[in-house]
């Protein structure tokens, strides 16, 4: 069933303030299959609760930093780490 939109951005808010979330709620946070999911658990690759082998609850930081992993920086950030390191290297100061 589809909600409203504004029944679904309030949902979507209430998720923002959440420490803890559901494993729906998390695909929903994520912007992820459920079967994305459930290969990143029985792969080992996210970390994740399941009290009393029963449903899945992730903490929304670790969510986070697997999201934000493997980053690529764009040339021009590499270039200015670059000149920066250079700078620092050859004794010179801005």
């Known amino acids: 069933m589809l ?4 029944q679904q951005k309030f949902k979507a808010m209430k998720n923002i303030e959440k420490e803890i979330l559901s494993f729906k709620e998390s695909i929903e946070f994520m912007d992820v299959s459920k079967s994305f999911l459930y290969k990143l ?5 996210i970390s994740f609760f399941k009290p009393n082998n029963g449903k899945i609850y992730f903490k929304k930081e670790d969510l986070e930093n697997w999201m934000m992993q493997n980053e690529v920086k764009s ?4 270039e200015k780490r670059l000149l920066t390191k250079n700078f ?4 010179k100061t801005n």
Do not use: M, V
């Open 3 to 6: 909600l409203p939109l504004s």
């Open 41 to 45: 658990t029985s792969e080992g690759r």
């Open 75 to 78: 040339i021009e950030s590499l």
């Open 88 to 91: 620092k290297s050859n004794g």
